[in-house]
């Protein structure tokens, strides 16, 4: 397999079934598990601002062997996922998909290209660097077991519209979040999603209600209301809720932003945790349209 034997499409012109089995497929023997659906692909990456035109599904003949995923906003764009399939590792391609991606987003007069890796995945860190790629900030993920506060004793949860969470993170939320947590990416977030309050003292975004692990998205305590014990009563709340659910936070959350908070409030840091990296396209010259791989 060389690289003048793979040929690559847009997102835009496969269906959303066609993307989710490249990345399943590309993603094969990743350092966590990936099982991509067309609803789960259609759901997560709608809210990260996917660029279909810019994203790519890479083939030989008819066998989908990479991906190039790109989500942008604004002069920033982001690798939301890149990925070449077990049998064509090992030959470049991954570097010249990323040429090709960084090309692009300087021909588009973007300003940066932003990514993040998890940490232990030593290839793909090196071959970022390599690119140009600069550590930004380390993002933690954190887990909870089962069990909580008595039902009886805790703050009853009121529903909110998950599209007001989004306007309320955006307002009295810390500046400068990661993309996943970015009140742009929250804004989208639909069903089985749930959004709560504590009588607009607290606030607290979550994922499908119905999964065997809880995941929690974000949570957001208005600055008047800050160290006033809001932002646990909401989490005793949410345990209480769903007492015999094991809790997750993905790894998105930057490592400076309230550690002491998570562990008092009963959370453990996981072990797989990821780092941002960025890539300031100000300093580098416009490179040959042959440099990397494209459409």
Known sequence: MTIDSISGRPV???TAAQVADALTRSFKGYVVPVNVSAQGYERRFRQENLDPFASRVYSQDTTPVAVLLVTRRGWTSRIAAMAVAPEARGKGFGKQIMKGAIREAIARGDHSVLLEVFEHNTPAVNLYKGLGFDLSRRL???HRGPGGIAFDTADTLLDLDPLDFARIAAREGEPGMPWML??????AMVSPARAYHLDHHAYAVIGDPGAEIMTLTAIVVP???RRRGWGTRILQSLYAAFADRTWSIPP??????APTF???CGWELQDMNQVEMVLDLSSIEHPSSEDGMNG
């Open 223 to 225: 600055r008047v209301d």
């Open 12 to 14: 835009a012109e496969c």
């Open 252 to 257: 998105i959350v930057p490592e400076e932003l």
């Open 262 to 264: 998570f562990t008092q």
């Open 140 to 142: 933690v993920g954190y």
């Open 182 to 187: 970015a009140a742009e990416t929250l804004s």
